[in-house]
């Protein structure tokens, strides 16, 4: 399935639109990664397993984006839009939400 930021994809028709779809994650940091990034936000450098939890929920979010557009019929889901943000008390986990345009392309 293509997923794609663009409105369109170069070469080829749409088809049919089957509707916003949407996927989304929400995932807890635990206290060994709030201790570890707070070390390196004091030292310096990046915080690895923080980047490790930040990619494993978008990658979950797009997945259910596609499982979604591939219920409705659609091959590919175009204007992925990804969004960012933390959420519960202390804001202590994180939510990742994508949402795009199931289509047919020919």
Not at 19 to 36: E, K, Y
Not at 48 to 65: I, N, P
Request: charged residues 20%.
């Amino acid at each position: 399935m293509i997923v794609t930021t663009t409105p369109t994809v170069e070469g080829r028709t749409i088809t049919a639109y089957h509707g916003v779809v949407t996927g989304q994650t929400i995932m807890g940091a635990n206290i060994f990664r709030d201790l570890l990034a707070s070390l390196r936000d004091i030292v310096g450098g990046r915080a690895g397993s923080y980047e490790r939890v930040l990619r494993d929920a978008r990658d979950e979010a797009l997945a259910e984006l596609e499982a979604e557009a591939r219920a409705r019929g659609a091959n590919a889901v175009i204007g992925v839009d990804l969004d960012y943000g933390a959420v519960g008390s202390g804001e202590s986990m994180l939510m990742v939400s994508a949402s795009g345009t199931a289509v047919t392309l020919a």
